[in-house]
Nanobody, 121 residues
Framework: QLVESGGGLMQAGGSLTLSCSVS????????VAWFRQAPETEREFVAV????????AYADSVKSRFTISRDNARNTVYLQMNNLKPEDSAVYYC????????????????WGQGTQVTVSS
């Protein structure tokens, strides 16, 4: 089970940190990613944290502004979002996978309920 928290309303240029609390899996061997979905758009990849080599990857649109990190002791993954833009407004979902940790939606089989992020201009 994955549970997101930390969403809210923020002005452009501000920062937010989202949390994804994971249960039923240990982060020591579990990949977690963040996706987002704005109204009338498809869900899109944002960032991934892979347990193997503790590697990360980001969508081009958030690279250098967002940072994904994990705390294995707390079994929680974070998404630090800086310099937020109105186009970052969306419902943010965390997802879990035992597979490779790819950028493709189909791989991810466990999902949280989502948390809303709204960025005003």
């Amino acid at each position: 089970q994955l549970v997101e928290s930390g969403g809210g309303l923020m002005q452009a240029g501000g920062s937010l940190t989202l949390s994804c609390s994971v249960s039923g899996h240990t982060l020591n061997d579990y990949n977690v990613a963040w996706f987002r979905q704005a109204p009338e758009t498809e869900r899109e990849f944002v960032a991934v944290s892979r347990w193997r080599y503790n590697s990360t990857a980001y969508a081009d649109s958030v690279k250098s502004r967002f940072t994904i990190s994990r705390d294995n002791a707390r079994n929680t993954v974070y998404l630090q979002m800086n310099n937020l833009k109105p186009e970052d407004s969306a419902v943010y979902y965390c997802a879990g996978s035992d597979l490779a940790g790819s950028l493709f939606l189909a791989e991810w089989d466990s999902w949280g309920q989502g948390t809303q992020v709204t960025v005003s201009s």
